[in-house]
């Protein structure tokens, strides 16, 4: 379900049908296919049959300091999600349990301020503890993913890419390319190595109206009722607006932040060698 209050008991974050995504993303040129929902892997259920297809997740996390984060974890089995969703809320324990069972970790949209506020300790552990870094995301401004980019080069972090897309329009338009790699296992480990290069759009303002324009589309063909507070979306683009400006001022914040600290030689965010 969606997080927006009062949303979140008739809504959901994507109506995306696992069977239909995989068959779209297999038309977009996909040779492996995964799924990172929100701390949840229920599309494995109907895609398991595939052998291209990969298990992912991605997990809501509470940091040391209090705030929340959206870590990528791929290549996961199912009793790895158990333990992942046990441990999201101490995520020392999460990545200690990821280090030994060799699972693949992402900072997911660092410079987005969708899971609320950062600290500087936040950006010292992903660089100092996560083994990768989302330089690519499909619903993040350019500024945000290219300056990801940065954070992952000036700190010798693999790279990944994903669409973020909870409507089919834009799933594979982001992506993640490892060069010869024949199999997932080959995939997996050419993510680790640092052999992934993200390729494809970021997001704007444009495309993230449309994709909630989508959701609510999808929402009252699933509620007919919900038609009567049609008016209601009348006001999407404002608060798309209004998450906009947001976003802007958290890139231009946190960048001038983490640079002063880069600038200055901070022992917290000392470069350390990727997993």
Same mark, same amino acid.
């Given at each position: 379900?969606?997080?927006?209050p ?5 809504c ?7 069977? $239909?995504?995989?068959?779209?993303? /297999?038309?977009r040129?996909m040779?492996l296919?995964?799924?990172? &929902?929100?701390?949840s892997? &229920? ?5 398991? /049959? ?13 940091? @040391?300091?209090g ?17 992942l969703?046990r !441990? ?8 200690a ?11 997911n ?8 506020h !950062?600290?500087?300790e &936040?950006?010292?552990m ?10 690519m ?7 945000a ?8 080069? !000036? ?14 329009a834009c ?11 024949r199999?997932?296992? &080959?995939?997996? +480990? ?8 993200? +390729?494809?759009?970021s997001?704007?303002?444009?495309k993230?109206?449309n994709?909630?324009?989508g ?7 699933? /509620? @007919?009722w919900?038609?009567?507070a ?6 999407? @683009?404002? $608060?798309?607006?209004?998450?906009y ?6 890139v #231009?914040? #946190?960048?001038?932040?983490t640079?002063? +600290?880069a600038?200055?030689g901070?022992?917290?965010?000392? @470069?350390?060698? +990727?997993?």
């Amino acid at each position: 379900m969606c997080t927006v209050p009062v949303l979140s008991r008739v809504c959901r974050e994507s109506y995306n049908e696992p069977l $239909a995504l995989y068959e779209t993303l /297999k038309r977009r040129g996909m040779d492996l296919v995964t799924v990172t &929902d929100h701390d949840s892997i &229920d599309a494995v259920e109907e895609l398991r /049959k595939y052998p291209d297809f990969f298990l992912s997740e991605e997990v809501t996390c509470t940091m @040391p300091s209090g705030t929340e984060m959206h870590a990528g974890v791929y290549g996961i089995r199912e009793q790895d999600h158990i333990e992942l969703q046990r !441990r999201r809320t101490d995520v020392e324990s999460l990545l200690a349990y990821a280090a030994e069972n060799r699972l693949f970790v992402t900072v997911n949209h660092l410079y987005s301020s969708l899971t609320g506020h !950062r600290t500087e300790e &936040d950006f010292a552990m992903f660089a100092r503890d996560f083994h990768g870094v989302e330089t690519m995301n499909g619903q993040i401004l350019e500024r945000a993913n290219r300056l990801a980019g940065q954070f992952a080069a !000036r700190f010798g972090k693999p790279e990944i890419g994903g669409s973020d897309a909870h409507t089919m329009a834009c799933v594979g338009r982001t992506y993640t390319d490892v060069n010869g790699a024949r199999s997932v296992s &080959d995939y997996l +480990a050419g993510l680790r190595r640092g052999e992934g290069r993200p +390729a494809g759009e970021s997001g704007d303002f444009v495309k993230l109206n449309n994709a909630v324009f989508g959701i609510g589309g999808s929402l009252m063909r699933e /509620k @007919p009722w919900m038609v009567l507070a049609g008016g209601l979306f009348a006001a999407i @683009p404002v $608060a798309v607006l209004a998450n906009y400006v947001r976003e802007v001022a958290f890139v #231009w914040y #946190w960048s001038r932040r983490t640079e002063t +600290a880069a600038a200055g030689g901070n022992a917290a965010c000392a @470069p350390v060698v +990727a997993m």
